[in-house]
Structure formats: C-alpha cells, structure tokens
C-alpha cells in the first residue's frame, strides 16, 4: 500500500465506525507553552478539559506535528537513525465521553491484522503497571481485553503482553490536566522476528511502536494527586511515516532482510530523486555504525534523510504562517533549516538547493495538505531568503572552526561547540563529524552545560500555564460587562461590592460595569464612579484571573461606601478613539492579509486613543507601493461606512473564515466581529457601529521587530486627524522658512540639495589640495631606521576616513615606508599603520603593530600586514605611545 492508500484506509475504516472524518489542525497550537502542534490531541484539548463540548462523539483524523525544541524534540537524532522525524503525520481517532478501553482496542487490533495484515505472531502490547510512586493502579481492565483478544487469535497472552510504568505507559499532557494510563502496540521487525518481546521499549530500530491507546481517565492536580474524571475519552495516535515505512521496507511483510527505516516510503521518495537529480548521489539507505565516525557512504545518507525531514517540516510550517526567526518556535524552525543546508553542503549541494526541494515536497502532500499548493509562492520566498542569509553566516562558522583547528587544540571545548551551534547553526552532530575528520573530540559535558545554561533562561520567560479541567464547579463571581451598549456608557446604576487595596492602589469592584477592561490589545477605560455627593475618578480598569474587573481608584476612593449603589461613566470621547483605533486594526488585518497572503498572522497588538500598533508575521520589509495600497485598502472600506456587526455563537458553529488568535483561550460561545462581511474575527473587544466613524485611517510606521515578524503602526479617527494637522503646520512652516508656496517646496528643496552638493564637491577639492601640501609638510618628520623610511606621529583628522586619506597620500610619498599616525576622533584614539614589502620582510608586519600600540591605549584592533587600523578609548596618551614605539625600533 502507498502512505495515500494507508491513510484514506485508516479514515474509512473510522468512518464506518460512525466517526467524523476531520482535517489536520495547523501547526501553530493554540496553548501559549507549546512551540508547535507535537501530538494529535493538541486541538481537542479543550474537549478533554471540558471548557468547550465537542461537536462530535467519535472522530479521526490525521495532525501535522512537529517535535523539534521543547519537552518533545528529536531534532538530533534525525538522519543518524531511520525512525525519527520532527515532522510527521499522526493518524488518531478519538472518543469525547463515548465509547472507552473495549472498543479502541479492538478496533485497533482489527485494523493492524484483519484490514493491513500485520502479522500477529510479530505483534506485542503493553498494558500500565505503576511502579513505586506511580500513580493509578494496574489497568487490570486493558489487560482483561488484551486477554481475550490475543486468546480468541491463537496468541499466549503472557507473551504477548508487557508491562510498563509511568515513563512508557502513563500519558500526561503537561505537569497537570487530563492523562491516563495507555497500551501500546509494538511490532518485532527482526529477520526471525523471535525476540519474545525483549525489544519492546529498549530503544531498537528493529521494534517498533506503532499504535499509543490513550485511556484519559484521571485528571493530574496541582498537588500531585490524580482524580478521576466525570467522562473519560480515548485518545489514539499512531506515525504514518511508521506504517508506511514498515510496508514498504517488508514489501508488504513478504521480507524481514532489510533494517526498518521510515524513510524507504513514498513519502519520501520524490524528495530524494530531487537531491539525486542536484547532487548525482544515489541514496543507499545505509545506517551508520557509530554516529560520531562517518564513512563516506553513511555521510551522504544522512543528508539525504535530514534533507528529506527537514523539509516537509519547513514547508508545512511555513504554509501554517510559522516562519523562521529569532525566537521561540521562529528560532527553532531556523535551526532546522540551517541544519539542513549545512548537511547539504556535505552532498556538495548548490546554494539555493534547499529551496528547490519544495516543489517534489509540495506535489507530494497537496492532495492532504492543499494549504501547501495555496501558499507555494510564499513557501518559495521564505526558503530562498532564509537560505541566502544562512549561506553568508556559514563562511562566518567555517572560519571560526579552521581557526580552531590552527590552534591545534586536543578537543574543541563545549564553548565553543555552543559558540558554532548558536551563532552559526552548527548542530552538534555535524561539529562531532567535522571534529573527527581533525583526530579531534567535542567536550560534549561543556556544550550541554551551556546549553542547560540556554535552557534556564527560556524557562524562566515561558508562558506557564495550569490547567484544570471543568466540571461544573463554580469559580470566582465574573463582573457582568455592560459597555458593548452606547446608552450604558454614561450614569450606569449598579452596586459597589468592594474596595480592595493592591500595591498601594484602590480598586474598585461592581456588580456590573460599562468599563471594558483590559485585555486582547486594548487598553482599559477611564471615567468616574459617584456615589452621592463623592465622586471619584477611575483611571484604568483591568482584569483578574476569574474575571472581575478592577477599577482603579484616583483619589477620594477611601470615602466611597461598599454594599451601596453607585452611579459610573465611562471617557466617551476616550472610548470612541480607542474603537476607532480598534476597528481600524481589524480593517488593517484583512488588508494585510489580501495584499500580502494568508500567511499573515496577529502576532500582538496595541489599541489605545492615541494610536494602534500591530504586530504580524511576514518575512520581508513592505513596499512602498504595499504600503499605499494596504492604505487605500482600509480607507475605502472606511467610505464604504459598512455596518460593524457582532454576535456571539457557539465556537464549533463560528463561520469557517473567522480568524482566531494564537494563544487565547476560547470558551464553548465566542463573539463575531464582522465588519462589512469581508473581515470576520473572534474578538470580545469594543468597537464602532459602523467603518465611517473611523474617518481617516494613516499608516505611520512599518519596521522588523524581529526576523519573521514586522510592525506597523498607524492613526486613525480623531488621533488621525491630529496627525494630519500636525503635518499641515511643519508644511506651512517649512513653506514660510524657504520663501516658496507648499506646491512649490520640492523643487525648491532639490534646489537647495544641489548646491549642497557642488558646495561639498568644491570643498572636497580643497581638502584634498591641502592633504597635499600637509602630507609633504609630515614627511618631513620621517626618519630612518636600518634603510627604511619610518614616521610615527599624531594627526589631525574629523574622522577615520579623512585620517585614512590623510595617512594613504603620506605613505604614497614614502621609500620603503613604515608609517604609524593616529588621531584623536569623538573621544576616541584611531591609529593606522602602513607597511611595506620592505618593511614586512624585515618584519614589520602593520597589523602586529597595530595590535601592540592599541593594546596600551586600552583598545583593540589589527589587519594585513601591509595595512591594519584599530582604536581605544587613552586619547591623552596616542603622543606618547607613538614616541616610545619610533624610539624603541
């Protein structure tokens, strides 16, 4: 069978099973402490949490994942072994609350045996038997069903069940949330295929997992203890690339001569006839001996394998609008390119190469994954733009490693093994490799010390998050919000619960409130809360965990009096700017999206009355032509004055092109926003009743705040028209100080830029006349030493080009010349020295000495030995260390 025919297999078999047949979820996960999507249950985990309720009782599908980085990562281990990949396909089907442990298991050995003919005989489960301090108790229930199954096919059940606990057959989602014991399915790939299960999670490319039940049935608390659940659910994930390897390695089971290898599949084969077709190399499926110690033929067949991950990995991210950059999951994907270019060099590969395996790629996966072929052109770009930066940075990384290797070092030390992984995307393996080929080991205990080192620090940003699952209990009492209403704005009725201090601020809490506060990018309202004569400002509202808003108290707050009721009023004017700023930037979002490309995704935002900034990723700078069209765009949407609308529906039930944002939370109802029809997204924010309220919409700003992710920022409504009135007056202002009408100033300003620079031309001139005439003047200074020409003296110079120019003409006029001039320069000493043959042969070499003299100005510096430039910060002393150096020679 081809991976195709496997996977429409899986869904029909489900499908007949009553289970609905779903799409793969995009690799970008919802929860904010994952870097990609890394396991099929990812998307259903506020299913199992019980914060949504799912649509559907039974489900299947098959989920991109990635495991590079994080808790889940097999980055180093792809290419050395044939069994692991940072992309792949896990084929699931799933259970909410429906059927449990009886029907997975059957099912999933029906499907193994009777449907894909797995040989039984070859086939092992595992079934949870806590180990001491392991929680749950044995899962006497799967062993009973395991039982009878294996007895009802002939099998001895006490060989062909194993036992395993809590590392191999507990699953977890995370410290806490829903987990449960699992049973696993494990298939014996050696030639006689008589190891009585003595492989089963040893770690051997000849035994296989193919199939994880998950049985969710406990949840994992804060404090360590595990309570069951009021409705247990079944959670299954088995590799594609897994079974279909194993059928095309065994043809179909017919023979158990040739090592297992994922690779040997389909999915793989288009890529490597692309490589064979760059490199002329043929891949020979070879797997090496010892990983640290090459031979040739292992090398290339490594390459070819992480070529042929790495990838399926760039382009399926990149088509999810995950690009590569500097941080977080963006930084992980880098890496992984770069490993992959790397590697590819190592086949003697062009640059550009890796860009070109995306069309086999692409045409491989598109019938699956039709958001490829969508996004090919941007698939295309990013690879091209990402390879051609990393092709400038590898000859960086490659100095620094030959620069090693002259210091004939007995290993490379784990610094700067970290150093050549870091900075330049040298992995680990491939230093080993190149370390080998030298007679050189890696201190690997120094390279992970610093990487732990690395590691800490990204612990200590990431996002935290506790999860619990809900039941029904009740928590916290959240304020009712009342301000999505104009007429609620203003002298609300409601009642003051209480005063609460924090961090020496008051803050008041309502029973209901007109105040939106803070949260999802915009910022919260300010106005007034009166309670009789008392009237107290309120500066900012914001948010707790279980959504009571916080209204903080300007002074006088102590007078106000809780359990009474109150009169409140939010900024009016305050609250239209910040919806202005606030609708705009969903109108912003859809123009981005239309001229730029669906890959462009929220990645933060900012509305407030001034202004709105947002963040978004792309991987290059905008046009100025996108720019003026992206503009224009979200100005003739405004004139259009289409009605904003907002409703909320059921999650599961929101219209397909609604967006949702990376990192939220949503709940089983969310709110529409829908602008006009054309720019639909779930957002709880406030908003303006109609586009013409937002007047004028500029775009002030578009830069990189890191690579892969750009901002904008922009005005609009009464923020706008400021803007725009500020720049009338510098216009006006401008038109007065040039004597020229406003139509008039261009002309008028190239006028001046003209004679500016035949001014500066004229004075070039001179300049360099005087040079001249000054040089011969200093060389009248020179002495000789041995019959070399030498000058050694303190310049005058504005900056370090000029005391170049100053320097080259000096050193022009010289015989056999040595020439060591320096200049103070913005509180800096500059120092040039100049060499020639002469004098390089009677070793004076200009860089040497530059490294010397800068050295005791407390600088730095260095170069060729006929020339070399450097600096420090002792400006006092350049006299004095000129004049020791000429009297020391």
Same mark, same amino acid.
């Given at each position: 069978?081809?991976?195709?025919?496997?996977?429409?297999?899986?869904?029909?078999?489900?499908?007949? &099973?009553?289970?609905?047949?779903?799409?793969?979820?995009?690799? +970008?996960?919802?929860?904010?402490?994952?870097?990609?999507?890394?396991?099929? +249950?990812?998307?259903?985990?506020?299913?199992? /949490?019980?914060?949504?309720?799912?649509?559907?009782?039974?489900?299947?599908?098959?989920?991109?994942?990635?495991?590079?980085?994080?808790?889940?990562?097999?980055?180093?281990?792809?290419?050395?072994?044939?069994?692991?990949?940072?992309?792949?396909?896990?084929?699931?089907?799933?259970?909410?609350?429906?059927?449990?442990?009886?029907?997975?298991?059957?099912?999933?050995?029906?499907?193994?045996?009777?449907?894909?003919?797995?040989?039984?005989?070859?086939?092992?489960?595992?079934?949870?038997?806590?180990?001491?301090?392991?929680?749950?108790?044995?899962?006497?229930?799967?062993?009973?069903?395991?039982?009878?199954?294996?007895?009802?096919?002939?099998?001895?059940?006490?060989?062909?069940?194993?036992?395993?606990?809590?590392?191999?057959?507990?699953?977890?989602?995370?410290?806490?949330?829903?987990?449960?014991?699992?049973?696993?399915?494990?298939?014996?790939?050696?030639?006689?295929?008589?190891?009585?299960?003595?492989?089963?999670?040893?770690?051997?490319?000849?035994?296989?997992?193919?199939?994880?039940?998950?049985?969710?049935?406990?949840?994992?608390?804060?404090?360590?203890?595990?309570?069951?659940?009021?409705?247990?659910?079944?959670?299954?994930?088995?590799?594609?690339?897994?079974?279909?390897?194993?059928?095309?390695?065994?043809?179909?089971?017919?023979?158990?001569?040739?090592?297992?290898?994922?690779?040997?599949?389909?999915?793989?084969?288009?890529?490597?006839?692309?490589?064979?077709?760059?490199?002329?190399?043929?891949?020979?499926?070879?797997?090496?001996?010892?990983?640290?110690?090459?031979?040739?033929?292992? +090398?290339?067949?490594?390459?070819?394998?992480?070529?042929?991950?790495?990838?399926?990995?760039?382009?399926?991210?990149?088509?999810?609008?995950?690009?590569?950059?500097?941080?977080?999951?963006?930084?992980?994907?880098?890496? @992984?390119?770069?490993?992959?270019?790397?590697?590819?060099?190592?086949?003697?590969?062009?640059?550009?190469?890796?860009?070109?395996?995306?069309?086999?790629?692409?045409?491989?996966?598109?019938?699956?994954?039709?958001?490829?072929?969508?996004?090919?052109?941007?698939?295309?770009?990013?690879?091209?733009?990402?390879?051609?930066?990393?092709?400038?940075?590898?000859? $960086?990384?490659?100095?620094?490693?030959?620069?090693?290797?002259?210091?004939?070092?007995?290993?490379?030390?784990?610094?700067?093994?970290?150093?050549?992984?870091?900075?330049?995307?040298?992995?680990?393996?491939?230093?080993?490799?190149?370390?080998?080929?030298?007679?050189?080991?890696?201190?690997?205990?120094?390279?992970?010390?610093?990487?732990?080192?690395? $590691?800490?620090?990204?612990?200590?940003?990431?996002?935290?998050?506790?999860?619990?699952?809900?039941?029904?209990?009740?928590?916290?009492?959240?304020?009712?919000?009342?301000?999505?209403?104009?007429?609620?704005?203003?002298?609300?009725?409601?009642?003051? /619960?209480?005063?609460?201090?924090? *961090?020496?601020?008051?803050?008041?809490?309502?029973?209901?409130?007109?105040?939106?506060?803070?949260?999802?990018?915009?910022?919260?309202?300010?106005?007034?809360?009166?309670?009789?004569?008392?009237?107290?400002?309120?500066?900012?509202?914001?948010?707790?965990?279980?959504?009571?808003?916080?209204?903080?108290?300007?002074?006088?707050?102590?007078?106000?009096?809780?359990?009474?009721?109150?009169?409140?009023?939010?900024?009016?004017?305050?609250?239209?700017?910040?919806?202005?700023?606030?609708?705009?930037?969903?109108?912003?979002?859809?123009?981005?999206?239309?001229?730029?490309?669906?890959?462009?995704?929220?990645?933060?935002?900012?509305?407030?009355?001034?202004?709105?900034?947002?963040?978004?990723?792309?991987?290059?700078?905008?046009?100025?032509?996108?720019?003026?069209?992206?503009?224009?765009?979200?100005?003739?949407?405004?004139?259009?004055?289409?009605?904003?609308?907002?409703?909320?529906?059921?999650?599961?039930?929101?219209?397909?092109?609604?967006?949702?944002?990376?990192?939220?939370?949503?709940?089983?109802?969310?709110?529409?926003?829908?602008?006009?029809?054309?720019?639909?997204?779930?957002?709880?924010?406030?908003?303006?009743?109609?586009?013409?309220?937002?007047?004028?919409?500029? /775009?002030?700003?578009?830069?990189?705040?890191?690579?892969?992710?750009?901002?904008?920022?922009?005005?609009?409504?009464?923020?706008?028209? $400021?803007?725009?009135?500020?720049?009338?007056?510098?216009?006006?202002?401008?038109?007065?100080?040039?004597?020229?009408?406003?139509?008039?100033?261009?002309?008028?300003?190239?006028? /001046?830029?003209?004679?500016?620079?035949?001014?500066? &031309?004229?004075?070039?001139?001179?300049?360099?006349?005087?040079?001249?005439?000054?040089?011969?003047?200093?060389?009248?200074?020179?002495?000789?030493?041995?019959?070399?020409?030498?000058?050694?003296?303190?310049?005058?110079?504005?900056?370090?080009?000029?005391?170049?120019?100053?320097?080259?003409?000096?050193?022009?006029?010289?015989?056999?010349?040595?020439?060591?001039?320096?200049?103070? @320069?913005?509180?800096?000493?500059?120092?040039?020295? +100049?060499?020639?043959?002469?004098?390089?042969?009677?070793?004076?070499?200009?860089?040497?000495?530059? &490294?010397?003299?800068?050295?005791?100005?407390?600088?730095?510096?260095?170069?060729?030995?006929?020339?070399?430039? *450097?600096?420090?910060?002792?400006?006092?002393?350049?006299?004095?260390?000129?004049?020791?150096?000429?009297?020391?020679?």
């Amino acid at each position: 069978m081809t991976s195709d025919q496997i996977r429409q297999s899986f869904f029909d078999f489900f499908k007949e &099973r009553e289970h609905a047949i779903l799409p793969s979820a995009s690799l +970008m996960p919802t929860a904010p402490n994952l870097l990609f999507t890394n396991a099929g +249950m990812n998307p259903f985990v506020p299913y199992f /949490l019980g914060d949504r309720k799912a649509p559907w009782k039974r489900a299947a599908d098959t989920q991109k994942c990635i495991r590079a980085g994080g808790k889940h990562n097999d980055l180093d281990d792809v290419g050395l072994d044939t069994y692991h990949q940072t992309f792949f396909e896990m084929l699931g089907n799933w259970s909410f609350g429906d059927y449990f442990k009886e029907e997975a298991i059957e099912w999933g050995w029906d499907l193994l045996t009777k449907v894909w003919k797995f040989p039984k005989e070859r086939l092992y489960v595992t079934v949870y038997k806590p180990g001491e301090g392991d929680p749950a108790d044995f899962d006497a229930e799967a062993y009973a069903i395991w039982e009878r199954i294996l007895k009802a096919d002939g099998l001895d059940p006490k060989e062909r069940i194993l036992f395993g606990g809590k590392k191999d057959n507990f699953w977890m989602m995370g410290e806490t949330g829903p987990c449960g014991p699992c049973s696993e399915i494990h298939i014996d790939l050696t030639e006689k295929g008589d190891t009585g299960g003595k492989l089963v999670n040893a770690d051997d490319p000849f035994c296989i997992e193919i199939w994880n039940l998950v049985f969710i049935q406990f949840n994992a608390e804060e404090d360590g203890g595990f309570r069951p659940l009021k409705n247990r659910h079944v959670d299954t994930g088995m590799g594609l690339e897994r079974v279909a390897g194993i059928l095309a390695t065994t043809d179909n089971f017919s023979d158990f001569s040739r090592p297992p290898s994922n690779y040997n599949s389909d999915l793989f084969t288009p890529i490597f006839e692309k490589i064979t077709a760059m490199s002329g190399l043929e891949y020979g499926a070879s797997l090496p001996a010892n990983p640290k110690k090459l031979s040739e033929a292992e +090398m290339r067949d490594v390459a070819f394998r992480v070529l042929g991950d790495h990838i399926r990995t760039l382009c399926c991210s990149i088509a999810d609008g995950i690009l590569p950059g500097n941080e977080g999951r963006n930084y992980v994907l880098r890496r @992984i390119l770069r490993r992959a270019v790397l590697f590819g060099r190592r086949l003697n590969l062009k640059p550009g190469f890796f860009t070109q395996l995306a069309d086999p790629l692409i045409t491989r996966m598109e019938g699956i994954f039709p958001e490829l072929r969508e996004q090919q052109t941007v698939i295309r770009k990013v690879l091209a733009s990402e390879e051609a930066a990393f092709d400038r940075t590898i000859d $960086r990384g490659i100095q620094l490693l030959e620069r090693i290797f002259e210091g004939k070092p007995s290993q490379i030390s784990g610094e700067e093994a970290f150093e050549l992984y870091d900075t330049y995307g040298f992995p680990l393996d491939l230093t080993e490799i190149l370390a080998h080929e030298r007679g050189l080991k890696v201190d690997n205990a120094g390279f992970e010390k610093a990487m732990e080192a690395q $590691r800490e620090r990204a612990r200590a940003a990431q996002q935290k998050t506790v999860i619990r699952v809900s039941e029904g209990q009740a928590g916290g009492e959240a304020t009712a919000f009342v301000g999505f209403e104009p007429e609620r704005l203003s002298d609300h009725a409601c009642t003051l /619960l209480e005063v609460v201090d924090h *961090g020496g601020k008051a803050f008041a809490l309502l029973d209901s409130s007109p105040f939106y506060a803070e949260m999802g990018g915009q910022v919260g309202d300010t106005g007034t809360l009166q309670q009789d004569s008392v009237k107290v400002a309120i500066t900012d509202t914001i948010k707790d965990e279980s959504g009571q808003f916080l209204h903080q108290l300007g002074e006088g707050g102590e007078q106000l009096v809780p359990g009474e009721t109150a009169q409140v009023s939010v900024d009016r004017p305050r609250r239209h700017a910040i919806q202005c700023h606030h609708s705009a930037t969903h109108l912003l979002h859809w123009a981005l999206r239309s001229v730029l490309g669906a890959h462009v995704r929220q990645a933060g935002s900012l509305v407030d009355p001034d202004r709105l900034r947002f963040d978004f990723s792309h991987f290059e700078a905008l046009t100025a032509a996108q720019i003026e069209q992206i503009e224009g765009m979200v100005n003739a949407r405004i004139q259009e004055n289409a009605a904003v609308q907002w409703y909320e529906v059921p999650f599961d039930q929101k219209p397909e092109d609604v967006i949702a944002f990376f990192g939220e939370k949503y709940g089983d109802t969310v709110r529409v926003v829908d602008i006009g029809g054309y720019s639909r997204e779930l957002c709880g924010g406030t908003h303006v009743q109609a586009t013409g309220e937002i007047g004028f919409f500029k /775009l002030t700003s578009e830069s990189a705040i890191a690579a892969g992710t750009r901002r904008i920022e922009a005005v609009a409504g009464p923020a706008a028209l $400021r803007w725009a009135k500020q720049r009338f007056s510098i216009v006006e202002q401008l038109a007065q100080n040039l004597s020229a009408r406003p139509d008039e100033l261009l002309q008028r300003i190239d006028d /001046l830029n003209q004679r500016l620079r035949s001014s500066e &031309r004229e004075l070039k001139s001179l300049k360099g006349a005087q040079s001249s005439a000054k040089a011969g003047e200093i060389l009248d200074q020179s002495v000789d030493k041995n019959g070399l020409q030498v000058l050694a003296c303190k310049l005058e110079a504005s900056n370090p080009n000029e005391l170049k120019t100053l320097a080259t003409k000096i050193f022009a006029k010289m015989d056999k010349g040595l020439l060591v001039v320096g200049a103070a @320069i913005q509180d800096k000493a500059t120092l040039i020295a +100049m060499a020639s043959p002469e004098a390089i042969a009677d070793g004076f070499k200009a860089g040497d000495i530059i &490294r010397e003299l800068t050295a005791r100005l407390d600088g730095r510096g260095g170069g060729k030995p006929d020339f070399a430039m *450097g600096g420090g910060s002792r400006t006092d002393s350049i006299d004095s260390v000129l004049k020791g150096w000429l009297n020391a020679l």
